[in-house]
């Protein structure tokens, strides 16, 4: 972003509508939380928070209106990061303290017109225990660039030095996409058709998956991704009856040049999912990393493909299937955790959103599910979490025999 407006992708302004639509006003903004314990400098780790947010002009713009399209202008560039004491009440956990306070910070949302679009709370609980929350709008930052604004905080804390401006903050024009289409064939089925009932986000607990699941990975040559693909796909089958679908997942949408970018890049795709007769086995993985890379390769689900898909009577995908991994905040001598916040919003009717911990023994996985209630059920978003992990733990236990090698979702 340079001193003139910079216009949203379409991706971006349709996350900013349908935010101004919604009864959530926090439904985009984006919370973390990380439990620290050590002796933290919590005024040294404010500063280096500050210093990164101000040198991403975006994250201190707001959302303005001009022409009749949503654009990012400079508010002034003003910096929201801020030490604030946590009390923790006797007989209380830190880390359910910590998630209470996050998930209230998430429900005063971030205001896109006012700006900024991101901020961070530092976090006093105790002698040598704080917390760590950023609060981040999804039409500047995705769970890449999440990950890159924890790193530099960590960075700049350690060396007590501003970082460097980057030498982009908006992504360029995006690259040449297939020309938006319906899905060929048949309308897939909609596993969660709408019943005209106004939206109730619901979530359920975060649940750590069962190890594993990288080692099977590799013992059918495919990637995590592609493993918990096609659990979801068999879970949506036996819970709710569906056998030809689409399930959307994010893409990255970043080249080569772009492992640096702090920007919302995110591009949603969508899968065709074809649920095997009789359950699903090892040799059915390599049609499902199939399916994926036809996803991929496909157009994005944006503006222009869904009008194609409304247009042919098809129905955007009603559950998505996400994995990211987690945001990790490295402070000389101390200890961190990563926090899974599960907030009750429903930006899909039905969200099943996996986080990877990578510095965490085995790599361990969270699940957190986020869904209309209206349109799923507590009930069923119950049993298909419940069924989805017993599925992923018959794969787990199958011999491998497959020869595909899948994409990975992180998004």
């Not at 080249?255 to 699903?280: K, Q, T």
Request: charged share 20%.
């Amino acid at each position: 972003m340079t001193g003139a407006d910079a216009r949203l992708t379409p991706e971006q302004a349709g996350l900013w509508y349908e935010e101004q639509v919604s009864d959530v006003p926090s439904l985009y903004t984006e919370p973390t939380a990380i439990l620290i314990e050590g002796p933290l400098d919590a005024a040294r780790l404010r500063a280096a928070a500050a210093a990164v947010l101000g040198s991403r002009p975006a994250l201190g713009a707001a959302v303005r209106v001009r022409a009749g399209w949503p654009v990012l202008a400079d508010p002034g560039g003003r910096v929201d990061a801020v030490l604030e004491d946590l009390p923790l009440p006797p007989g209380a956990e830190a880390a359910d303290v910590l998630r209470e306070r996050a998930l209230a910070l998430w429900r005063d949302g971030i205001d896109p017109d006012r700006g900024p679009l991101a901020a961070v709370r530092i976090q006093r609980i105790a002698r040598d225990l704080h917390g760590f929350v950023l609060l981040a709008h999804h039409v500047v930052v995705d769970g890449w660039s999440t990950r890159l604004l924890v790193r530099d905080i960590a960075r700049a804390y350690a060396s007590g030095e501003a970082p460097a401006a980057p030498r982009h903050d908006r992504a360029p024009a995006p690259p040449r996409m297939p020309p938006a289409r319906p899905f060929a064939g048949p309308a897939p089925e909609d596993p969660f058709p709408a019943a005209g009932a106004a939206p109730r986000g619901a979530s359920l607990p975060p649940t750590a998956l069962p190890d594993g699941v990288d080692e099977a990975a590799l013992r059918f040559a495919v990637t995590p991704f592609t493993l918990h693909m096609a659990a979801f796909q068999e879970a949506l089958h036996q819970v709710v009856g569906v056998r030809t679908f689409l399930v959307g997942f994010p893409d990255a949408g970043r080249g080569r040049h772009d492992g640096d970018r702090v920007d919302s890049m995110v591009r949603m795709r969508a899968v065709l999912a074809r649920v095997p007769v009789g359950g699903l086995r090892a040799e059915h993985l390599e049609e499902v990393c199939e399916a994926v890379f036809d996803g991929l390769e496909g157009p994005a689900l944006d503006p222009a493909t869904l009008r194609a898909m409304a247009q042919a009577g098809q129905s955007p995908p009603s559950a998505v299937l996400a994995l990211d991994t987690v945001p990790a905040l490295d402070l000389p001598g101390c200890s961190t955790r990563w926090l899974p916040l599960a907030p009750p919003r429903a930006r899909f009717p039905l969200g099943f959103l996996l986080f990877r911990e990578e510095h965490a023994a085995g790599g361990r996985t969270w699940l957190v599910v986020e869904y209309d209630a209206a349109r799923v059920g507590d009930r069923t978003a119950r049993e298909l979490a419940d069924r989805y992990a017993t599925v992923l733990a018959g794969l787990r236990a199958q011999p491998g025999a497959g020869t595909a090698a899948g994409p990975g979702g992180d998004g």
